[in-house]
């Protein structure tokens, strides 16, 4: 998750009522999924694929909890749900070809929602509740809950993953990882809750039947705030619970680097078919603080194993422009494919940085996950819409999953101003093929009333 002063913002509109193509039709909520009287045929879906026609849909966050779902490449009718700012993820949890999907907290944070995938689309109307456990009250007044959440699939199960933050009085107090077991009519089967007394502000990520959770703020060996990345998979002799596989620090062997202070390890994570990408944006590069780096793990499910390859900075070898205080490189990152080159995998990776003078106007970097392949894009790269303006934000990254294996970059500048109005917001998509200096670079219209466009974009894990 984004650690940008946008989302952080964004994190605190805590609303999350459902809305269907508009901004003022609330739905009724009921605890289990309508009837769909034409399923979806069976099948492996497509990420983000909510009605199982073979294309991914756009999923692009606004401000004050808004996220508009775009039916494939149709951006004329948008359907728009409250998500509380956090990003809505795409899973399957009922092994239909029509994706599912995580939202964001309802208006008061008592429960986790899940819209269930069908040919029509998500069904927004038909939203699946789970209650959270560490939901109380007091004096009257609910405890608020700070969540983000994601799924995994697996031995016939699905489980819900939710990593939440307690907060009361403007002051974070305890941090948790609720697990949620749920049956093929995707009730509740089980509960299974973590805590982590020394934690906070948690990341979460899912690819195959592991979980990483981001610890950016803790301590490690003395040091504060260096993080730490935890993986978890299914236990072997009861699927329905995780067990912890290995934490990940800076220490960990074969990790390049140290850990210190302020690095902010698993600040952000990017999970795909074992390939873990893990932002550290407070890392600093000599005396340059927050210069930042991103490291990639090869993770191995079976044997609970993973191999570390070679960070990746602003200062190394083929890696557009330099290290600089305050970048923020990794500040959002995700994982694709066929982006640098044949079959290859792909880590696409924010920054907050200047551009000259200008500050937080943003750059996206797309390095190969093992080779030395990199490519770097500002608003002032050439066929990039727009121009870098302070505060632009350029740097929140996502993914559309392509049939062909190479994936749609997508890139969000949710700071954007236009025709004399601030924070409108942008989010640009590439052409769907292996980067090069000809790649068509195409603008998504903001929908009306909609401001921060772009404050997240995409829906993967």
């Known amino acids: 998750m984004p650690l940008t002063p946008f989302a952080r913002g964004a994190g605190l509109a805590l609303a999350a009522v459902l809305s269907f193509g508009g901004l003022g039709s609330p739905t ?15 099948g492996t879906p497509l990420e983000a694929d909510f009605n199982g026609d073979g294309r991914p849909e756009l999923v692009i966050g606004a401000d004050e909890g808004w996220t ?14 409250r998500t509380g700012g956090r990003p809505l993820r795409s899973v399957d949890l009922n092994g239909d070809t029509c994706a599912d999907a995580v939202l964001g907290p309802t208006d008061n944070d008592e429960f986790q929602e899940l819209a ?6 998500l069904a927004l109307d038909a939203i699946v509740k789970l209650a959270i456990p560490q939901a109380d009250w007091v004096d009257g007044i609910l405890r608020t809950l700070y969540l983000q959440a994601s799924a995994i699939r697996h031995d016939g199960l699905s489980q819900v993953v939710v990593a939440g933050t307690k907060w009361e009085d403007e002051s974070a107090f305890g941090w948790f990882l609720d697990v949620f077991t749920l049956d093929s009519s995707l009730t509740v089967v089980g509960t299974q809750v973590f805590d982590y007394p020394d934690g906070d502000s948690l ?9 990483a959770v981001g610890e950016p703020y803790v301590e490690v060996k003395g040091s504060v705030s260096a993080g730490k990345v935890r993986l978890y998979t299914p236990d072997s002799t009861d699927p329905s619970k995780l067990a ?25 994570l990017a999970f795909r078919d074992g390939r873990l990408a893990i932002g550290a944006p407070g890392e600093s590069s000599g005396r340059i603080r927050n210069a930042d780096l991103v490291q990639p793990i090869l993770w191995h499910e079976a044997t609970h194993t993973y191999a570390a390859y070679r960070s990746i900075t602003q200062d190394t070898p083929g890696v557009p422009g330099a290290d600089e205080k305050n970048d923020r490189f990794g500040t959002d990152v995700a994982v694709g494919r066929g982006i640098t080159a044949p079959g290859s995998y792909d880590v696409v990776i924010g920054a907050e940085e200047s551009i000259g003078s200008r500050k937080y106007a943003g750059s996206v970097t797309v390095a190969n996950f093992t ?9 002032a790269t050439d066929g990039i819409p727009g121009n870098p303006q302070a505060g632009d934000d350029f740097c929140q990254v996502g993914i559309l999953r392509g049939a062909n294996g190479v994936d749609t970059v997508m890139i969000g500048a949710p700071g954007e101003d236009s025709n004399g109005i601030e924070d409108v917001g942008r989010v640009i998509r590439s052409n769907g093929t292996k980067l090069t200096s000809r790649t068509v670079w195409t603008n998504i219209a903001v929908p009306p009333g909609l401001r ?8 993967g894990n």
Do not use: H
């Not at 009921?30 to 979806?40: H, M, N, R, S």
């Not at 269930?116 to 689309?121: D, Q």
């Not at 990341?203 to 979980?211: P, Q, R």
């Open 371 to 379: 080779r030395k392949l990199y490519r770097g894009f500002t608003q």
């Open 203 to 211: 990341s979460l990520a899912t690819s195959g039947a592991t979980v």
């Open 116 to 121: 269930i995938g069908t040919p029509a689309g």
């Open 68 to 81: 508009a779902v775009g039916n494939g490449d149709d951006t004329s009718a948008w359907t728009l749900a």
């Open 452 to 459: 921060m466009w772009g404050l997240t974009v995409g829906a």
């Open 244 to 268: 912890l596989r290995t934490v990940l620090t800076q220490n960990s062997r074969g990790v390049p680097g140290t850990v210190e202070a302020g690095d902010l390890f698993g600040g952000s």
């Open 28 to 42: 009724a909520a009921v605890a289990a999924p309508a009837p769909v009287t034409t399923p979806c045929p069976e």
